[in-house]
């Protein structure tokens, strides 16, 4: 089809996930046609550097060859087998057993979803399970943080906190509860990393207080906030929380969709901190978006908790159609190899360092407060006063106007809609491509700065000279 007319289809036919679906009739679709590595191409010829790996997901690039061969036999020799019946298939049998050999040693048995908003639900739904067949129902309360992000399914969007996944849709639900994010960029002067996660554990032993613990059933965490701005938490404060979760007698809960698979430098976020979940949700870069897949990893505890006893016939009625897909499977399994035996989890690892210096040398810039990063996973925080860590005032759509210089500047992240720029760069960046990513950054941040009305919104205006026009190409 021609391209205005994908445009006009688009505009009639496509509901698109997590927009203003106003603003994206006027606006119209920008049709994407090919990728290759770090890039991405549109219907127009623009070639884009994606710093967001699609959404957090595309971990090992575009254009893998590898990975389209193993989906291709996979498909022409089973494309598909269920898992109903007691049937099953070599990709997904192997790909469990693999999936177990990486994770906490904690986690013993891999139930396959289709992403990571139905692993959320499904780990609910076998929590809820569980403590209704071993003797405990009114453990029924969950926990999550605010700024949290845990898919958009009926019931996962509650413990999401952000506030478009909560409008019109009656949520949170009344047993669904949110702790204060481990934010350090915005606490109080005084307040540092040690008193933060004091904060945290106190705020999580007061909630289980006050709905005691014989009603709380988890706590749902992801290692590093994605969606809710790439809040990335003290390091020592991952374990913590797991281990007021064992004292208090409920369940821990890694949400790894985002951080997984060597987005945050190891395999796993949980790793770096020896953390050992009841459960973790994985999604994203298990098949770095090649196909979709998802996983709930969960301990042999609860999984014996769920299985019942020998002579009980009684099913355990979870189940999808396309849960422990052999295409999706087969893809996983070579993902796993590209990311070991391919060096791309130590390519991730060894650039890591140059992703954090180009992010921290922006805080020189006049709308960079801040700076975040873990692995190659990493955020700016734009302020209008970098003294009083003030925001820009939303009449300005200060995110829709970087998201689309940032266009023009051939370059793809996300522009949060609180003025946070989330960035994701896939393991197979070279350095090369670090330098031009941050060449662009910088263009894009200057050619906004350049906006009187931006100008004219920071601190001591009078004083930040224009970058002017004189900028290098790239």
């Given at each position: 089809?021609?391209?205005?007319?994908?445009?006009?289809?688009?505009?009639?036919?496509?509901?698109?996930?997590?927009?203003?679906y106003?603003?994206?009739e006027?606006?119209?679709?920008?049709?994407?046609e090919?990728g290759?590595?770090?890039?991405?191409?549109?219907?127009?010829?623009?070639?884009?550097?994606?710093?967001?790996?699609?959404?957090?997901?595309?971990?090992?690039?575009?254009?893998?060859?590898?990975?389209?061969?193993?989906?291709?036999?996979?498909?022409?020799?089973?494309?598909?087998?269920t898992?109903?019946f007691?049937?099953?298939?070599?990709?997904?049998?192997?790909?469990?057993?693999?999936?177990?050999?990486?994770?906490?040693?904690?986690?013993?048995h891999?139930?396959?979803?289709?992403?990571?908003?139905?692993?959320?639900?499904s780990?609910?739904?076998?929590?809820?399970?569980?403590?209704?067949?071993?003797?405990?129902?009114?453990?029924?309360?969950?926990?999550?943080?605010?700024?949290?992000?845990?898919?958009?399914?009926?019931i996962?969007?509650?413990?999401?906190?952000?506030?478009?996944?909560?409008?019109?849709?009656?949520?949170?639900?009344?047993?669904?509860?949110h702790?204060?994010?481990?934010?350090?960029?915005?606490?109080?002067?005084?307040?540092?990393?040690?008193?933060?996660?004091?904060?945290?554990?106190?705020?999580?032993?007061?909630?289980?207080?006050?709905l005691?613990?014989?009603?709380?059933a988890?706590?749902?965490?992801?290692?590093?906030?994605?969606?809710?701005?790439?809040?990335?938490?003290?390091?020592?404060?991952?374990?913590?929380?797991?281990?007021?979760?064992?004292?208090?007698?409920?369940?821990?809960?890694?949400?790894?969709?985002?951080?997984?698979?060597?987005?945050?430098?190891?395999?796993?976020?949980?790793?770096?901190?020896?953390?050992?979940?009841?459960?973790?949700?994985?999604a994203?870069?298990?098949t770095?978006?090649?196909?979709?897949?998802?996983?709930?990893?969960?301990?042999?505890?609860?999984?014996?908790?769920?299985?019942?006893?020998?002579?009980?016939?009684?099913?355990?009625?979870?189940?999808?159609?396309?849960?422990?897909?052999?295409?999706?499977?087969?893809?996983?399994?070579e993902?796993?190899?590209?990311?070991?035996?391919?060096?791309?989890?130590?390519?991730?690892?060894?650039?890591?360092?140059?992703?954090?210096?180009?992010?921290?040398?922006?805080?020189?810039?006049?709308?960079?407060?801040?700076?975040?990063?873990?692995?190659?996973?990493?955020a700016?925080e734009?302020?209008?006063?970098?003294?009083?860590?003030?925001?820009?005032?939303?009449?300005?759509k200060?995110?829709?106007?970087?998201?689309?210089?940032?266009?023009?500047?051939?370059?793809?992240?996300?522009?949060?809609?609180?003025?946070?720029?989330?960035?994701?760069?896939?393991?197979?960046?070279?350095?090369?491509?670090?330098?031009?990513?941050?060449?662009?950054?910088?263009?894009?941040?200057?050619?906004?700065?350049?906006?009187?009305?931006?100008?004219?919104?920071?601190?001591?205006?009078?004083?930040?000279?224009?970058?002017?026009?004189?900028?290098?190409?790239?």
């Amino acid at each position: 089809m021609p391209n205005q007319s994908l445009i006009e289809a688009d505009r009639k036919h496509l509901i698109h996930p997590v927009i203003n679906y106003r603003a994206h009739e006027a606006r119209g679709v920008t049709v994407l046609e090919s990728g290759h590595g770090a890039y991405l191409r549109d219907r127009d010829g623009n070639e884009l550097l994606d710093a967001f790996s699609g959404l957090w997901c595309v971990n090992v690039g575009y254009g893998q060859e590898s990975i389209v061969k193993v989906a291709a036999e996979q498909m022409a020799r089973l494309p598909y087998a269920t898992g109903y019946f007691h049937f099953g298939s070599e990709p997904a049998i192997e790909l469990a057993q693999k999936l177990v050999s990486y994770a906490p040693a904690s986690l013993q048995h891999v139930y396959f979803t289709l992403g990571g908003s139905d692993a959320v639900d499904s780990a609910i739904r076998f929590i809820t399970h569980y403590y209704n067949a071993t003797g405990r129902p009114s453990k029924k309360h969950m926990i999550a943080l605010e700024r949290g992000y845990h898919g958009s399914s009926s019931i996962g969007a509650g413990l999401t906190a952000l506030p478009a996944f909560h409008r019109h849709f009656d949520l949170p639900l009344p047993g669904q509860h949110h702790l204060p994010s481990p934010y350090l960029y915005r606490q109080p002067a005084g307040v540092d990393a040690k008193a933060l996660i004091a904060q945290s554990v106190a705020a999580l032993e007061a909630k289980v207080a006050e709905l005691g613990a014989e009603n709380v059933a988890a706590f749902f965490c992801e290692p590093i906030q994605g969606s809710g701005g790439v809040v990335v938490p003290p390091a020592g404060w991952l374990k913590a929380m797991c281990d007021a979760c064992r004292r208090l007698d409920i369940l821990f809960v890694a949400d790894e969709v985002i951080t997984g698979f060597g987005r945050t430098g190891p395999l796993f976020a949980c790793e770096a901190e020896q953390v050992e979940p009841d459960l973790m949700t994985v999604a994203k870069g298990l098949t770095a978006g090649y196909a979709p897949m998802g996983a709930v990893l969960m301990s042999d505890a609860i999984y014996q908790g769920i299985a019942g006893e020998a002579n009980d016939t009684a099913i355990v009625g979870h189940g999808h159609t396309y849960s422990a897909h052999p295409v999706s499977a087969a893809i996983g399994l070579e993902v796993l190899r590209l990311y070991h035996e391919g060096g791309l989890l130590a390519n991730g690892q060894a650039q890591a360092p140059r992703f954090a210096a180009g992010l921290d040398a922006l805080l020189a810039h006049p709308l960079v407060g801040d700076a975040r990063h873990r692995g190659l996973l990493g955020a700016l925080e734009l302020v209008s006063d970098k003294d009083s860590k003030q925001g820009f005032d939303p009449s300005l759509k200060l995110s829709d106007r970087i998201a689309a210089a940032a266009y023009r500047n051939q370059l793809v992240f996300r522009a949060f809609g609180d003025n946070i720029l989330g960035f994701a760069p896939a393991l197979c960046y070279t350095g090369a491509e670090f330098d031009l990513l941050f060449t662009r950054l910088q263009r894009t941040l200057d050619d906004v700065l350049d906006e009187a009305d931006v100008r004219a919104a920071l601190k001591g205006c009078s004083a930040v000279r224009s970058p002017g026009p004189n900028r290098a190409a790239a």
